[in-house]
């Protein structure tokens, strides 16, 4: 495998009125994380990067973490330090936002 994690971070565009990741700093979202791990040298074992729709549109801005396959909503620009330090360096998912599924 390339990467030790991959994180997909949904920057999906819709017509309103419905909700969308994209409108809802998405972008931002994917560059936040990819400075966060350039800042902690980690870019090579850690891969951020924008998705398409992840089907998660009603708790979005929305994620996934793989290989683990955990879901993150209502993701904001000030959660990306601790998803960061507590799943992606240490393994430790943060409940308050996983999604169910």
């Not at 009125?17 to 870019?43: I, N, T, W, Y």
């Not at 951020?48 to 209502?74: H, I, K, W």
């Not at 000030?78 to 599924?101: A, C, G, M, T, Y």
């Amino acid at each position: 495998m390339k990467f030790k994690k991959h994180v997909f971070i949904c920057t999906n565009q819709k017509p309103a009125p419905k909700k969308s990741c994209g409108e809802e700093h998405g972008l931002q979202l994917v560059e936040a994380f990819k400075q966060a791990l350039k800042d902690r040298g980690l870019q090579i074992e850690i891969r951020a990067q924008r998705a398409g729709c992840l089907d998660a549109c009603a708790f979005g801005p929305s994620m996934v973490v793989y290989p683990e396959g955990t879901y993150y909503g209502n993701v904001q620009l000030s959660d990306v330090e601790e998803i960061v330090e507590s799943h992606l360096v240490n393994d430790q998912p943060v409940e308050r936002l996983k999604l169910p599924f």
